[in-house]
């Protein structure tokens, strides 16, 4: 859910009227009357509630309304704002209905990281998730124990584990994992977050840097072909000893990077784990379906999509936070303009009035819909 009932009470204290779909709290344990006793007014339609609002705020990026049979920014009035994960670059649908109907698009994945934008960081927060619940489903899906274990049958070594990719999910998976018992490995391209892995417990694995990998606001960019080359090798390098692997290098608004091909997963031992959280942009793995659970040969892999949806209540907890937080910093003068001066609202305004205003959304246009 967008908005838990806490969210709902602040806005309603500050003046604003709250519109919640009937039911729409359900799945993260909020029933309609704790929104009404928050102060929210409970519509029956969804399509009311975007036909009549000033603001939607949404997590997932716009779909089509299957009752309706209806996109979503279709249904919304003219000079409305939505506020969400939209995925401009990777449904470009969303840029051009944003701009046709003079609509303004906060997206929340485009949040600069930097320090005054960490109450707003979502992606942040969902990826902390992520990484969670990512090693939890790789030990249940493990037919063999994480932990060392002394045993009447003998001592049982602990589970090797390989997270590729140190960013938040990565450094969640390689704390969750380390304390649940694995021997744990880390990759990452970017030499600076060795410190960090190793403090959570792991092993970083290192290659040589031969070029930037990163934005200046902290994203992970795409690199060439023989920067990939040499990460598929590193990788390689390690996966006949792994039992499980959990892998989230993502490129931000792009198809996620090749890293683990069939031939390398024939590398790895029967019964081995493979939990891919960049399934919902393509994969790591070139095996990966998403949303579906596969064995190939005798590796288990999972296309793991929207985790977060399986911890709805602390998921909702935490994304109601965020958006809270970005939405006073958009609208936060007296009358409620937004202020295009502002650096995050610059970046992570993909429309505004239908006039495009974030730099990557524009370069991104300017190439034909290719952010290379």
Same mark, same amino acid.
């Given at each position: ?29 909020? /029933? ?5 006793? *928050? ?5 029956? =339609? ?35 704002? @939505? ?36 109450? &707003? ?28 274990? !002394?045993?009447? *049958? ?7 584990? #390989?997270?590729? /990719?140190?960013?938040?999910?990565? #450094?969640?998976?390689?704390? &969750? ?10 990759? =990452? ?44 090798? *590193? ?6 000893? @792994? ?20 031939? &390398? ?16 942009? /393509?994969?790591?793995?070139? #095996? ?17 999509? =929207? ?9 909702? !907890? &935490? ?20 202020? #295009? ?23 991104? !246009?300017?190439?034909?819909? =290719?952010?290379?």
């Amino acid at each position: 859910m967008s908005v838990v009932p806490d969210t709902v009470k602040l806005l309603v204290k500050k003046g604003h009227t709250v519109l919640i779909e009937k039911d729409a709290g359900i799945q993260s344990f909020y /029933g309609n009357e704790h929104y009404v006793e *928050a102060g929210a007014q409970i519509i029956e =339609d969804a399509e009311s509630v975007f036909g009549e609002s000033d603001v939607i705020i949404k997590i997932r990026p716009p779909l089509i309304n299957t009752k309706l049979d209806k996109y979503e920014l279709d249904l919304m009035k003219e000079g409305a704002t @939505i506020m969400g994960f939209l995925s401009p670059t990777l449904d470009q649908r969303v840029i051009r209905t944003l701009t046709t109907g003079k609509l303004s698009g906060f997206a929340m994945e485009l949040i600069p990281r930097i320090s005054r934008s960490q109450n &707003m960081d979502a992606l942040s927060s969902m990826s902390t998730i992520m990484g969670y619940r990512s090693v939890l489903l790789a030990a249940n899906l493990l037919g063999k124990f994480f932990p060392l274990l !002394m045993t009447a *049958a003998g001592t049982i070594r602990p589970a090797n584990v #390989l997270v590729i /990719g140190a960013g938040v999910a990565g #450094l969640q998976a390689i704390a &969750m994992a380390h304390r649940i018992g694995a021997t744990v490995e880390a990759f =990452d391209t970017r030499p600076a977050v060795k410190e960090q892995v190793e403090s959570l417990g792991a092993r970083f694995i290192e290659m040589e840097t031969i070029e930037d990998v990163e934005t200046k606001y902290g994203y992970a960019k795409e690199a060439s072909d023989e920067f990939i080359k040499k990460e598929m090798e *590193a990788i390689a390098s390690r996966l006949a000893k @792994i039992d499980v692997v959990i892998s989230t290098a993502l490129v931000f608004g792009r198809k996620a990077p090749l890293l683990i091909t069939e031939e &390398m997963v024939k590398m790895m031992t029967p019964g081995s784990v493979i939990i891919d959280l960049a399934a919902e942009q /393509g994969g790591n793995c070139e #095996l990966t379906r998403a949303a579906e659970t596969i064995e190939k040969h005798g590796v288990i892999i999972n296309g793991a999509v =929207d985790l977060p949806s399986q911890l709805s209540f602390h998921a909702s !907890m &935490m994304y109601s936070k965020n958006v809270l937080n970005a939405f006073q910093n958009l609208y936060r003068g007296e009358d409620d303009t937004i202020d #295009l001066e502002d650096e995050i609202n610059a970046n992570a305004l993909v429309t505004c009035k239908g006039e495009i205003v974030s730099e990557m959304i524009k370069n991104f !246009m300017n190439n034909g819909g =290719d952010n290379k």
